[in-house]
């Protein structure tokens, strides 16, 4: 049995780089707009969802909290267009990406404020949504189209991968 | 002067379908996905962005609340795309749309709840974010891109136009 511990760093635009991007408003400048009733915090992040005749897909997922540490047991990718989560409800979660399901040494599980979203670029290995605390609403902006956009990698059977919201 | 008190009807898929679509999971039965963890509630709003060279642009606006009842002096449109308004807070809004700015007969005031969002379609006259009671964040999806996209009409100064949040 291979017993892996991942314990958390935090998110930041600068190390999620390699896997797409963090959409948050702390290192955007407002416009002001509206007459002044409103700040504009303008095109957070890009949106992939048009090849091979896709288009953009808005959607709402309800999350429900997993039992603490998380035990991962499979990875996914979205080979035709980029997926952004972004919380509704400023309750901390977890992100954990890797450039090889199978290479657990490539694994990086970092820690999302409430008030941060991601958006994995196209083909970027990821876990599915990883909440720890209650159902938390997140509003997904992904492709909806022809073809195959999903891709799976069940873990090895002789692996225990735990996912910890602090350092273990 | 010309005085209009506008009162809003609950805002309703049905009511608000020739100004574009009401975003809720209230009449959407959700998918389960990511091994039971998810409920994923699908595909809540067309995205039309891809005119003339266009391209999707998610923000983050911040609305801040006006005085109540709120004085309507300017209607806008987007003449190259839809524009989605996604509340993040569960606050309740208000959502003013109109068929000819200088009609006043065609204005109708929509009362929103805080789970509701709207999605005006391409070319539909609306008001800018109405919020009454705090700060409140709302996800944008609208158009970004080459071409002017902002259409303003300011309302005549005879006119004293008031949005009320109840019956007046």
Known sequence: MTE????????TAQAFKPYGGVIETAACAPRSINQG??????????VDAAREGGAVNVSLFT?????????????????LGSQAF??????????????????VSTYHLFSATG?????????????????????????????KGPGENLEEVWLPEAWRVEAFANQP
């Open 37 to 46: 009733y409103a700040q504009r915090f303008n095109d957070l992040c890009g």
């Open 4 to 11: 892996i511990r991942l314990s958390p760093a935090p998110l």
């Open 63 to 79: 999350a429900n909290p997993r039992p603490h540490p998380i035990a991962i047991q499979l990875m996914e990718r979205h080979p």
């Open 86 to 103: 972004i919380p509704m409800q400023e309750r901390p979660w977890l992100v954990l990406v890797c450039d090889d399901p199978l290479d």
């Open 115 to 143: 008030r941060q979203g991601v958006n994995y670029a196209c083909n970027v290995w990821h876990h599915p949504l990883l909440v720890f605390d209650a159902d938390s609403h997140f509003l997904i902006i992904d492709r």
